[in-house]
């Protein structure tokens, strides 16, 4: 899989598309992670990352400080530079990686493991440090969102799960409450059960 960047290396939502610009894109198969550039009409291999990418399952870039993070089916997370296209630091999870999500306003990157865990981890100077993990549910977590109630100005983290049975679907939702003092911690302060229902994405409404 891949995503697009215009003007460099962006996040996959923000590209708008082919054009006349300099492109590029983060690319993963059997054979490698690697970098596609976009110039004279076509797309041309840039650059590789490392030699085999058949274990990456998702892939999220971080445009404050141009890194691209790779996670594997093992629960391998990969902090890559892509000014110097060097290998910044790995960390261990330990459970197969989904997808990520990245929180800008507070550094934070958001892992979704199977089956149904989400690590909060912090990026760093050059590394990322995990600051807690928590267990959704015996089931697949498909989204996480960020926000801060405007009532009290605390951090909140909206978590959407479900069963994936062909035969019972039920959609889960959990509310906690993110709390940060000498260490992060997640606290749950509502659960939603919904039958006969998948989650796919969550979107806070402002």
């Known amino acids: 899989f891949f995503f697009q960047a215009e003007d460099g290396i962006r996040d996959f939502c923000l590209s708008r598309g082919l054009g006349d610009v300099y492109k590029r894109q983060v690319y993963s198969n059997s054979k490698r992670l690697g970098i596609l550039q976009y110039q004279d009409d076509k797309f041309q291999h840039f ?15 971080w445009e404050e400080k ?3 993070v790779t996670g594997s089916i093992s629960g391998k997370i990969d902090l890559w530079s892509l000014q110097s ?20 306003q507070k550094k ?3 892992s979704l493991n199977r089956p149904g ?3 909060l981890l912090k990026f760093g100077e050059n590394d990322l440090v995990k600051l807690c993990e928590i267990k959704c549910q015996n089931d697949h977590l498909r989204t996480a969102e960020y926000f801060v109630n405007r009532e009290n100005g605390k951090g909140m983290l ?5 069963e994936d049975d062909v035969d019972y679907n039920e959609a889960i939702f959990k509310l906690w409450e993110v709390q940060e003092d000498e260490k992060v911690e997640l606290t749950l302060v509502k659960k939603l059960v919904v039958t ?7 979107k806070i409404l402002y």
């Not at 960390?91 to 197969?96: A, L, Q, S, V």
């Not at 006969?196 to 969550?202: F, T």
């Open 108 to 110: 934070w990157l958001l």
């Open 158 to 162: 909206l978590t959407g799960s479900d």
């Open 66 to 68: 141009e890194w691209l």
């Open 47 to 61: 650059k590789t990352l490392t030699k085999s990418g058949k274990e990456c399952s998702c892939m999220v870039y």
């Open 196 to 202: 006969e229902n998948w989650i796919r994405d969550i």
């Open 85 to 104: 296209f060097e290998l910044l630091s790995t960390i261990e999870i330990g459970k197969c990686i989904e997808q990520f999500r990245v929180v800008p």
């Open 117 to 119: 865990y989400l690590s």
